[in-house]
């Protein structure tokens, strides 16, 4: 039996793919691993939102997973504070046989070392000194896996603010040479890590993303639709776009391919997603540009309650993004029988095969042209939904965890 332990800071918080990802393999461990032992660490210390994620992720009843809160001590209150000092300080006394988290690894944490192996001639004796030394001074050493959802930050580092880019220049490599394991969420990812990092090939593993189960219980039912549209003030027929409002989304261009179509489609556009951090302000310039101010929608944060009806009331979902890990969204509304519209790059394809319509990215003509080809065929949109939900059976959180235990205990 091992013990590992899972950062779920971002559970809670509302950080789209970065919860979701955590959540959907938190609970599915819970369901299938009855054997290892789970702690589960975070920074939240409300007793009812502790309460909440416990009930969510489906662990009260399970004697083998445990939350862990830890409090960053003044003047470290911060996340920094939290993954260079407070984590670390408790692994040192308490540790785990692996740690998970994602991107920085907690720094002052020694690798795992196995005190058992013994030399019998001078330098092994000066070693097992040395090993000796170590385990009374730092404990025995924990094995840190970081998961990576993307590298975009190294490929389109133009969108990137100076001061994120700074620490992460810092940061990655130094997280990436102290990881024992680097877990990419796609293929694509995994040869992107080392493609740029210069990692070598047997560090680097990746698992696949899913739909999380929650999101599969949701009610899509007309009635539902009706109340999503009514809650969030939505028009009866729409295109969606639903995720962060970052530059790499491509959303100007899918702005842009909507003005060509507008009035041949009858459709409005809906673009969900909360104005947060590295914004793209080249969206409001868009909608401007083209004069869409009563064709284009922000209904902002979408309640994770309402995120299957959105997409099921829409036309057709469009993922216009020009660099992904994966892409969440885009097998969520594939999960609930949408047609699919997305933008022709090795992530998407990885997740979709041929089983909806891509585009060329940098085209708004392009993208202009398949939304009209989907309006325009009725029978297409329906071939689309149904080769979407059989390609999207493929993914669970449940076979990702699976997959991940044999990584973390390998």
């Given at each position: 039996?091992?013990?590992?332990?899972?950062?779920?800071?971002?559970?809670?918080?509302?950080?789209?793919?970065?919860?979701?990802?955590?959540?959907?393999?938190a609970k599915g461990l819970a369901k299938i691993d009855n054997q290892n032992k789970y702690l589960l660490f975070t920074d939240i210390t409300d007793a009812a939102v502790l309460n909440s994620i416990a009930e969510k992720l489906e662990i009260k009843n399970k004697s083998n997973f445990k939350i862990i809160s830890l409090v960053a001590v003044r003047p470290l209150r911060n996340k920094f504070g939290w993954n260079f000092w407070t984590l670390p300080n408790y692994l040192r006394k308490n540790p785990v046989d692996t740690y998970l988290t994602q991107y920085i690894t907690p720094f002052f944490v020694p690798k795992k070392i196995h005190p058992h192996t013994k030399n019998t001639d001078l330098f092994g004796a000066i070693q097992n000194l040395f090993i000796n030394w170590r385990i009374k001074r730092f404990g025995v050493g924990v094995k840190i896996a970081t998961i990576v959802h993307d590298v975009s930050f190294k490929v389109y580092s133009q969108f990137i603010k100076f001061s994120d880019l700074f620490f992460l220049k810092i940061l990655i490599p130094l997280s990436f040479r102290r990881a024992d394991k680097i877990i990419a969420v796609s293929k694509f990812t995994a040869?992107?890590?080392?493609?740029?990092?210069?990692?070598?090939?047997?560090?680097?593993a990746w698992i696949h993303n899913a739909v999380s189960e929650d999101f599969l219980r949701q009610d899509t039912t007309t009635e539902k639709i009706l109340a999503v549209k009514k809650k969030y003030h939505l028009p009866d027929e729409y295109i969606l776009y639903i995720g962060t409002l970052q530059p790499r989304k491509n959303i100007p261009t899918l702005i842009e391919a909507y003005a060509k179509i507008k009035l041949e489609i009858g459709a409005k556009l809906v673009i969900a997603g909360g104005r947060g951090h590295n914004f793209d302000p080249r969206i409001d310039a868009a909608v401007c540009k083209f004069n869409l101010r009563n064709n284009v929608f922000f209904p902002g944060y979408i309640a994770e309650e309402d995120k299957a009806a959105l997409m099921k009331g829409a036309r057709v979902f469009c993922s216009p993004s020009r660099y992904e890990g994966f892409g969440i969204p885009l097998l969520e509304a594939m999960t609930v029988g949408t047609p699919v519209i997305a933008s022709d790059i090795p992530p998407h394809r990885e997740i979709a095969s041929e089983n909806l319509i891509f585009f060329e990215p940098k085209s708004a003509e392009d993208l202009a042209g398949k939304i009209r080809q989907l309006f325009d065929s009725p029978d297409l949109s329906v071939i689309l939904a149904q080769k979407g939900l059989i390609q999207a059976r493929n993914f669970s959180w449940e076979k990702t965890a699976r997959d991940l235990i044999d990584i973390l205990i390998k």
């Open positions: 039996m091992a013990t590992i332990g899972i950062d779920i800071r971002n559970i809670g918080k509302h950080r789209t793919g970065d919860e979701a990802v955590f959540f959907g393999l040869s992107e890590i080392k493609k740029y990092y210069k990692i070598d090939a047997n560090k680097v």
